[in-house]
């Protein structure tokens, strides 16, 4: 009687070093390609098809898609940083605007907040610029901040709350539709009221004197 089948078989095809995104660090990997194979009297002898591919950490043993040799974490950094910057410039575009009224003030507060986050300025003409082509675009923020809440921390939720607080009360004046927005940035970035309520009170609370 012939005895014949298949079996899934495991192979190290590549190895090398990655940064692990579980050990935070650079390990060393073994990339590994399960393959079936027709088998005869149990033994294999030849592959009839691949069933997957992956990258094992030496160190955890841990596993993950192939991708995760091209992980550059500092590249990832820059990218949530460069995407948390737009959104906090946008979420203070939109608070400059709420009251349908573009404030000078509004617009050189922005410009202070924005440089001392990210060390860059801004000029006159390009923010102006965008403030227009918000006011004209149908995108909305509450897209951008939906896409953003999981990217998030505790700390840059404040400050994105913080800045939009600033710039509402750039003109002396913080109305009701500013507050409004404002409360509807916390909870769509997923801040409970308390939390929401906690920075804000902090933003109101006047700064305490120099000491001589």
Not at 16 to 35: A, I, L, Y
Request: aromatic share 8%.
């Amino acid at each position: 009687m012939i005895i014949w089948g298949s079996k899934g078989i495991t192979g190290t095809t590549d190895r090398g070093t990655f940064n692990c995104p579980v050990c935070v660090s650079q390990q060393r990997f073994e990339q590994k390609r399960v393959r079936r194979f027709f088998t005869l009297y149990f033994i294999p002898i030849f592959p009839t098809s691949t069933l997957g591919e992956y990258v094992e950490c030496a160190h955890c043993q841990g596993t993950f898609d192939t991708a995760i040799r091209s992980y550059d974490p500092s590249q990832q950094m820059l990218q949530a940083e460069a995407l948390f910057m737009t959104a906090v410039k946008s979420i203070m575009i939109h608070i400059c605007i709420a009251d349908g009224d573009v404030d000078p003030d509004e617009v050189m507060q922005i410009q202070a907040i924005y440089e001392q986050l990210t060390n860059t300025q801004i000029s006159d003409t390009d923010l102006i610029e965008e403030i227009q082509a918000t006011q004209e675009s149908s995108t909305s923020l509450f897209e951008l901040l939906d896409h953003l809440v999981g990217q998030l921390n505790d700390h840059a939720k404040e400050t994105a709350v913080t800045a939009a607080y600033m710039i509402a009360a750039a003109d002396g004046h913080v109305d009701d539709s500013e507050i409004e927005l404002i409360q509807q940035i916390g909870q769509r970035l997923g801040m409970t009221p308390a939390h929401l309520n906690g920075v804000i009170a902090s933003v109101q609370q006047p700064a305490p004197p120099e000491l001589p």
